[in-house]
């Protein structure tokens, strides 16, 4: 109660209602990373396209043909690599269950070793390592059309099944989905890049959109720390919405309006909702 009075009697109401929802949601991360370490279920919608992963595996291991993942072209300290790294591990153990070849082209020095590694462990963790091939991790180039060029050669050469595109894309994206259509494999994408995600749904199979691609990681991993903040986020934006819609309710309804001027007063209602629209 002392800090909340602190923190009322400090800060203006709009930055009082700031700090409460922080530190909210961080008690919201807290809570659901300990459940998920004590072996809680936590429940996370299906995602078609993860279901689909493992349905394009199984073609390319009937058909006798590898798997192509394509991590992206941005490097490590770009949040989409990291998520698209956790999502190859669970593709390459897949694969290595299934006897099928993972090729990955990677397009920049420091994601070459990450993915080979994460390739490596998961061939192990399938209980395959010998059936690890250091040559389908391959580096091609740091130049951007160059790389997309030797992704596509490889579709055309070693004719995947199954192509991942997983990460962060530019203009390049629709190249690669275009060539996999083209050479009849079936296609999964993902993407944070608002601007090319018609691309990967005009020539995918299936297509993670937006944060579905962070969601994917936790839903494939199971990481205690991934679960939390995941539930954590679904939950504050469950909140958020009801404080616009308590929001647009206060200021269009008379009653509610009166009422919570007498309580705030007019400037703090104002405050308030400045706060809410982002102003």
């Not at 992704?151 to 995947?160: A, S």
């Amino acid at each position: 109660m002392l800090a909340m009075a602190y923190i009322f009697g400090t800060y203006p109401l709009a930055k009082a209602v700031m700090a409460i929802l922080l530190l909210s949601f961080f008690a919201l991360v807290l809570w659901y990373t300990a459940r998920a370490r004590k072996g809680d279920e936590l429940y996370i919608r299906p995602i078609a396209g993860l279901a689909a992963m493992e349905e394009a595996i199984g073609r390319a291991t009937e058909m006798g043909r590898p798997v192509l993942y394509v991590p992206g072209i941005a490097d490590m300290d770009d949040i989409q690599t990291i998520a698209s790294v956790t999502i190859l591990s669970n593709v390459a153990k897949t694969a290595a269950q299934y006897e099928t070849r993972t090729i990955v082209p990677c397009c920049m020095p420091l994601v070459f070793p990450v993915a080979e590694e994460t390739v490596k462990n998961a061939y192990a963790d399938a209980g395959r390592p010998e059936a690890f091939d250091r040559d389908d991790v391959r580096f091609l180039s740091q130049d951007q059309f160059a790389y997309t060029a030797g992704v596509t050669g490889i579709m055309l050469r070693e004719r995947p099944a199954a192509n991942v595109f997983m990460g962060a894309f530019w203009a390049e994206s629709l190249i690669l989905a275009e060539t996999g259509f083209l050479a009849g494999a079936i296609q999964v994408a993902g993407t944070a890049n608002v601007s090319q995600l018609p691309f990967f749904v005009a020539a995918c199979d299936y297509t993670l959109i937006g944060e579905e691609l962070y969601a994917a990681s936790a839903y494939l991993s199971r990481e205690p720390q991934l679960l939390g903040s995941l539930k954590a986020s679904d939950v504050a934006k469950m909140a958020l919405g009801a404080l616009i819609l308590l929001g647009t309710l206060i200021v269009n309804v008379e009653p509610l309006n009166g009422l919570f001027e007498s309580m705030f007063g007019l400037e703090g209602v104002r405050d308030l909702f400045r706060f809410t629209a982002g102003g």
